[in-house]
């Protein structure tokens, strides 16, 4: 069985940063508990890195959250210390879905995608509804206890519409 996990955003500015929250330090170490168990079954594990430049609050992202984050090179870009050390691609984009991720995946034959992450309601669902786009006959799994959201609300409202759009939430 060749499974992908795919590690959203646990980037310094959404934990403990400009955008971080008291949800999403607490599940930084189910979220550390999960790539080490992907690893120990040698399946493959990628991160995703949202990535601003300097013209960050001109873009549409930045008209509509004026607030500077994961700037490329600051500390608040880089992964949570407790992640940094571990193995595997790194994804960088300037909006909420990786296009490349997507591109990655095709045709490897993974027989399922699992994303944990940050925030479920920008960044978690887009890449989910992406890579479903890409692969739709892969299951796309989300595990929301290492998932968070701006808010609690909108985490389950983004839970509750990828449900709707055949991705299993548990």
Not at 108 to 134: H, M, P, Q, R, W
Request: aromatic share 8%; net charge negative.
């Amino acid at each position: 069985m060749k499974r992908l996990l795919v590690v959203v955003d646990m980037q310094n500015d959404f934990i403990d940063g400009s955008l971080g929250t008291l949800e999403a330090l607490n599940i930084v170490p189910k979220v550390k508990k999960k790539i080490e168990e992907y690893l120990a079954l040698d399946d493959e594990v990628v991160f995703t890195l949202d990535t601003h430049e300097e013209n960050y609050l001109e873009t549409q992202e930045g008209k509509n959250l004026p607030v500077l984050h994961c700037a490329r090179g600051s500390n608040g870009w880089e992964l949570h210390d407790s992640l940094k050390s571990y193995k595997g691609e790194r994804f960088e984009k300037n909006t909420f879905g990786s296009e490349e991720l997507g591109v990655f995946i095709k045709d490897k034959g993974y027989d399922s995608i699992e994303l944990i992450g940050l925030c479920t309601d920008i960044c978690v669902i887009s890449n989910a509804l992406l890579l479903k786009a890409f692969e739709p006959e892969i299951p796309i799994r989300v595990d929301s206890s290492c998932c968070a959201g701006v808010t609690p609300k909108s985490h389950e409202n983004a839970l509750n519409a990828m449900k709707i759009c055949h991705i299993e939430v548990f």
